[in-house]
């Protein structure tokens, strides 16, 4: 492998701290009873919610923290299960069941999911990479495209505060 692969290819934590690092986040959520664990983004860093999906397999409702970043209205995160291979649970339940709750620090909200597509992609896509310099390398590292995943509010949904 040449020196400039090396370079490119970015270093990740072993998949065992990642998982580790998200259940102790959820953990510190569910202990606190919601205080800690949601942040709104910034300019320069994205921010968490708590998405509640279907399950596409049992019904049940699951939850997960993600991080997200806002376009108007609407809500969007990248479906990339850590960089490691396969799709999110997450994003496979809102593909069967597209209809869910997310929780952030100022309330809840009703969405519908769905894959951003063409222009819309390209341009979240780009905003992200704003923030997180090595994007399309950890992007790289995956054998098929992530996804950009749109939280739009629901039609005739309100926001609830929390």
Do not use: C
């Amino acid at each position: 492998m040449s020196d400039e692969n090396r370079a490119e290819k970015p270093k990740l934590p072993p998949r065992w701290f990642i998982r580790l690092a998200w259940s102790v986040h959820r953990g510190l959520y569910r202990i606190s009873g919601s205080r800690v664990g949601l942040w709104r983004p910034r300019a320069d860093r994205w921010g968490t919610l708590r998405l509640t999906t279907t399950g596409r397999r049992t019904g049940q409702r699951r939850s997960v923290i993600i991080a997200y970043l806002e376009d108007g209205p609407n809500l969007y995160s990248l479906a990339m299960n850590g960089w490691g291979e396969g799709e999110p649970a997450w994003w496979l339940n809102l593909q069967a069941h597209p209809d869910a709750t997310v929780n952030l620090v100022d309330g809840q909200r009703l969405v519908r999911g769905r894959a951003a597509t063409g222009d819309e992609r390209s341009r979240l896509w780009a905003r992200w990479r704003d923030i997180e310099t090595n994007l399309d390398a950890h992007a790289a590292l995956r054998s098929s495209e992530t996804a950009v995943v749109v939280l739009e509010p629901r039609p005739g949904a309100e926001h609830r505060a929390g």
